[in-house]
């Protein structure tokens, strides 16, 4: 079976069957809530589960985090996570070999989470400032 078609079929079972992670909106538009997924659109440019290649960008406390999904590896190896730093062209770098549109949504959810990153520094630096017992 060719790639195009086993992601064909792949994607026609996620989108017409079952799939655990698609919910709707109020408007109706279908919306995946796969962890991994950059833009949460369930469309199939952005499914990291018919996808044989895809990278996600998450989040935790202060560290982000990049997994890459390469179905040509063992089933318990398929996904790979680093940490990453918090600069933009080492994500570029590390993009490169991913498609440009799924680089362009990876490099907007980075900026999104490095601002988040940076709000929760900012406010524990804050925190960080006061001194128990003074007025």
């Given at each position: ?64 985090y990049m997994l ?52 929760i520094a900012e ?9 128990e017992g003074s007025?």
């Open positions: 079976m060719s790639e195009t078609l086993e992601i064909t079929s792949i994607w026609q079972s996620v989108r017409h069957g079952h799939c655990a992670y698609r919910t709707s909106a109020l408007s109706g538009e279908r919306i995946c809530k796969h962890p991994f997924a950059l833009t949460m659109k369930c469309i199939l440019s952005d499914c990291p589960i018919a996808l044989p290649k895809y990278v996600g960008l998450n989040r935790e406390e202060s560290s982000i890459e999904k390469d179905s040509s590896r063992p089933f318990a190896e398929m996904w790979q996570e680093r940490e990453i730093s918090g600069e933009r062209s080492e994500v570029e770098k590390l993009l490169s070999s991913y498609p440009k549109e799924m680089q362009k949504r990876a490099l907007a959810k980075f900026d999104n989470l490095i601002s988040i990153v940076s709000a406010h524990l630096g804050e925190e960080g400032t006061y001194e007025d």
